[in-house]
């Protein structure tokens, strides 16, 4: 396919100011610096979504972060990908994953939702499984604690040290995927802590 034909880069999270630090909003933050890359602000769609339009690596993309809650991020995207013709194997999901150790990134084709319901929300609205994930680790919760209360907890003081590391690497991955296609990118990004 042409790079003319654009990519849609997704960042999962909750909207407004309440959540802008919390682990759940891992896929914003990433969106954050990607649009920094782009060079561009994100803007209000229809679709329910902020969006920033631009290039990447000469690459178009489209950038977006739903403004419906994470349970219900299916929607937005749905609307996105039909508004921009985006098929299923152009769309890079960005979100946080409890299966892996904070700072870890993983990028996959498809597969489960791992009980992370934007996940769900994105694969039942858009009738398929088969679009790409950058899985941004955000550990296991301490002790006892229930997962939901953990993911929409503000990272962790030892965290935020190297959180614009983490989320400049996550960056840089979803650029991969775009430039160098799943098979490379994996090979860069998986042998790194």
């Not at 960042?11 to 759940?24: C, E, F, Q, V």
């Not at 782009?38 to 977006?64: C, I, N, Q, Y």
């Not at 009980?115 to 919760?141: A, E």
Request: glycine share 14%; charged share 25%.
């Amino acid at each position: 396919m042409a790079s003319d034909e654009p990519w849609l880069l997704v960042g999962l999270g909750n909207p407004g100011p309440g959540y802008a630090g919390n682990r759940h909003n891992a896929g914003f933050m990433v969106l954050d610096v990607l649009a920094g890359t782009v060079g561009g602000r994100f803007k209000s769609h229809r679709a329910r979504a902020d969006v920033v339009e631009g290039r990447l690596a000469g690459h178009r993309v489209v950038l977006a972060k739903p403004r419906s809650y994470m349970n219900e991020s299916g929607g937005p995207v749905k609307a996105l990908c039909d508004f921009y013709k985006i098929p299923l194997e152009r769309l890079v999901v960005v979100h946080d994953e409890l299966d892996i150790p904070y700072g870890t990134l993983r990028l996959k084709r498809g597969g489960g939702d791992n009980g992370h319901n934007g996940l769900r929300s994105i694969t039942k609205s858009l009738g398929g499984r088969d679009y790409l994930r950058v899985r941004f680790g955000i550990g296991r919760p301490p002790g006892r604690m229930d997962a939901a209360a953990f993911v929409l907890r503000d990272f962790s003081a030892a965290e935020r040290k190297e959180l614009d590391l983490n989320t400049d690497r996550a960056a840089d991955a979803v650029e991969a995927l775009v430039t160098q296609g799943l098979d490379r990118a994996q090979n860069t990004f998986h042998g790194e802590p």
